[in-house]
């Protein structure tokens, strides 16, 4: 059964947004600290955003100021949204809601 299921990844110019969904099931979405992490070629898999139950977000510095997390309890989704994207924000990015579920993951590539 897939219980998180990602979309909105895909090539943009730097500069641009993107906005990265995540579908949860009722009960994940309920009772679990939701987040994302990437992972670029050739690197270390990194945390890049979490939200708490009560709506508490944590970034990571690189991304402060750019990427916004939220989550819409009426339709059990999750969303990301990337503003003033970098060639470096290039990575697969997963939905997590830790430690046991992951995403199939998403790209999201930022070139000219």
């Known amino acids: 059964q897939v219980q998180l299921v990602e979309s909105g990844g895909g090539l943009v110019q730097p500069g641009g947004s993107l906005r990265l969904s995540c579908a949860a099931s009722?009960?994940?979405?309920?009772?679990?600290?939701m987040g994302w992490f990437r992972q670029a070629p050739g690197k270390q898999r990194e945390l890049v955003a979490v939200?708490?139950?009560?709506?508490?977000?944590i970034y990571v510095d690189s991304v402060k100021g750019r990427f916004t997390l939220s989550k819409d309890s009426a339709k059990n989704t999750m969303y990301l949204q990337m503003n003033s994207l970098k060639p470096e924000d290039t990575a697969v990015y997963y939905c997590?809601?830790?430690?046991?579920?992951w995403g199939q993951g998403t790209q999201v590539t930022v070139s000219s």
């Open positions: 009722g009960t994940i979405f309920s009772r679990y600290d």
């Open positions: 997590v809601a830790p430690p046991n579920y």
């Open positions: 939200i708490n139950k009560g709506g508490r977000t």
